[in-house]
């Protein structure tokens, strides 16, 4: 992505303070970012620092302290049944155990009013895309962890938001069921170019998948570095050439030279409270 | 290990009919007061007899009904009130108190007060069964909603859930497993409050039967209405864990 794309959502001056026992625990101190449209974030930073906050705070699941979060809506109308700004995909497992997948998937469809049968068909093909052809009928619990994360992210893909916000999704996956997704979400994502924003502790995955890399401070969350991966790896990309490449080492020793000092910081603060 | 399976059924099966044996051969040698303890063959004779004359039918069948309705009475609106307290805190503020102030009492106690207000006939027992059942299902519901775990919660929301897709794909099947574990608790405190109702405010029943049987000094017969209870124990059980199956395949495992 060039720097022309129109800014999908800008943020700035975003705070957010818990209170935990009357305690006040600045979680985000001050974000600023813009991310274009079509542009795809990776936000990295120590535990604790923030990310699931951020993402949960453009979700509308949380209130800011203080800030703006100015989104550009592609077409804004009253219509339930319009595309919706966002759509989460969760760190935890988020799937209801009790629906199957292909329930699931439509449950952001049939929220918006869409009748069974026109849900059931608009999810058919992401199903399939997503290669869960065959589980439609399937429980969760008959599933496997990684094709548990499919559902979870093919549900946020089949409601067609403008914005996708997604919380480490691999985190609990194993090293080849991680590749394999993240070239399967690679494909799916160039077909949409939605603007997507990816939280992950994984250096590797953020390098494999980005446009612009945030890197964010230990708590409480403040922007450390901004680095751009979209001028050295381009579009349509392919995750084994990224990491044959030359440039990957130089990417990484700079998203991680940004972050070991965070990460560090966090540890030895941790040390002494 | 399938050895060692084949080896405990076989066990399980052989101690209730090695009891049978030796009560029926301590009876007949007066090893034990039959008067208290009748011969299992005298019991299963007594039952025949009982099965023929289709008293014994008529008198399940009264406690079945009563039951049936009680429960339904108690259950329906336990599981609605209870889904409504666990979602709305309003409404939770309102009931709460009544519920944990008159929890407490021994259902059982009412019974003269329901006597009083609906009369010996069949209303007194339905309401002191749906009394007794709505409790157990009211604050397993309620435990249910507000157990679920916060990410469906969350996900609803973040998809713009209606408040009536909230409360029909989320809240209730969440909820499920504990109401159907109240469902279960309420059935079988509806089952101790009817017979103990028909030893008292009945005049028909299996409870009235076992009552009537102790005064009239007829044991065998008391003893088979004991058995008649013990078997829609066993047969409401069996309902919920095919209720359970059905309502809840995704907690098999
Ligand atoms: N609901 C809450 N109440 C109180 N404190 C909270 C709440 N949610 C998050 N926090 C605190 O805010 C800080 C940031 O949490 P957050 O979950 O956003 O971190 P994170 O960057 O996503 O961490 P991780 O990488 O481990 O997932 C943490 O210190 C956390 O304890
Ligand atoms: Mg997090």
């Given at each position: 992505m060039t720097s022309t794309a129109p800014v999908k959502v800008r943020i700035r001056g975003l705070r957010k303070r818990f209170s935990v026992k009357g305690r006040p625990i600045e979680a985000l101190d001050g974000i600023d970012v813009d991310v274009e449209a079509g542009a795809f974030l990776c936000i990295v930073g120590p535990?604790?620092?923030g990310k699931t906050t951020l993402l949960r705070i453009l979700a509308g699941l949380e209130e800011k302290t203080a800030g703006t979060i100015e989104v550009a809506r592609d077409a804004a109308g009253?219509?339930?049944?319009?595309?919706?700004v966002n759509a989460m995909v969760f760190q935890e497992q988020s799937i209801f155990p009790w629906m199957t997948v292909r329930d699931n998937v439509a449950f952001g469809l049939k929220a918006r009013g869409f009748s069974g049968r026109d849900r059931y068909a608009i999810v058919e093909p992401f199903i399939r895309r997503a290669n869960?052809?065959?589980?439609?009928?399937?429980?969760?619990?008959?599933?496997?962890g990684g094709m548990k994360q499919r559902v979870s992210i093919t549900r946020a893909f089949a409601n067609d938001p403008e914005m996708l916000l997604m919380d480490e999704p691999f985190a609990a996956l194993d090293e080849q069921t991680k590749l394999i997704l993240q070239a399967e979400l690679l494909r799916i994502w160039e077909e949409s170019r939605k603007t997507v924003l990816y939280v992950t502790h994984s250096i590797d995955e953020a390098i494999v998948l980005a446009d612009r890399i945030l890197v964010m401070t230990a708590r409480p969350g403040r922007v450390k570095d901004v680095v751009d991966v979209a001028s050295v790896f381009g579009r349509p990309r392919r995750v084994e050439a990224v990491k044959e490449s030359a440039q990957y080492g130089e990417l990484f020793g700079r998203v991680w030279g940004a972050l070991r000092e965070e990460v560090m910081g966090a540890q030895a603060a941790e040390a002494v409270s | 290990m399938r050895l060692r399976w084949g080896g405990e059924r076989l066990l399980s099966v052989l101690s209730p009919v090695l009891l049978l044996a030796l009560w029926e051969l301590a009876a007949r040698t007066n090893a034990i007061d039959t008067r208290f303890f009748p011969a299992p063959s005298d019991i299963f004779a007594a039952a025949v007899t009982l099965i023929r004359t289709g008293e014994l039918w008529d008198n399940l069948s009264i406690t079945l009904v009563r039951l049936a309705v009680g429960f339904l009475l108690g259950a329906v609106p336990g599981i609605v009130v209870g889904l409504a307290m666990g979602l709305f805190s309003p409404v939770r503020a309102i009931l709460q108190p009544l519920v944990d102030g008159t929890f407490?009492?021994?259902?059982?106690?009412?019974l003269p007060l329901f006597i009083l207000i609906f009369?010996?006939?069949e209303e007194s027992k339905y309401a002191i069964i749906a009394v007794a059942v709505v409790y157990l299902v009211l604050i397993n519901t309620q435990a249910g909603v507000r157990n679920i775990d916060r990410i469906y919660l969350d996900v609803g929301k973040n998809y713009h859930a209606t408040r009536w897709m909230m409360f029909t794909d989320v809240a209730l099947p969440g909820a499920a497993p504990l109401i159907l574990a109240g469902l279960r608790l309420g059935m079988g405190v509806a089952l101790l409050v009817i017979v103990a109702a028909e030893f008292v405010?009945?005049?028909?029943g299996v409870g009235y039967q076992i009552w009537t049987s102790w005064q009239v000094f007829q044991v065998d017969r008391m003893f088979v209405y004991l058995l008649v209870t013990a078997v829609i124990g066993f047969g409401t059980a069996v309902v919920m864990t095919f209720l359970e199956r059905v309502l809840l395949p995704w907690k098999q495992h």
């Open positions: 535990s604790g620092c009253k219509d339930a049944r319009e595309r919706p869960l052809g065959g589980f439609e009928d399937a429980l969760p619990h008959q599933l496997s | 407490p009492i021994p259902k059982i106690a009412i009369g010996l006939g405010g009945a005049r028909s």
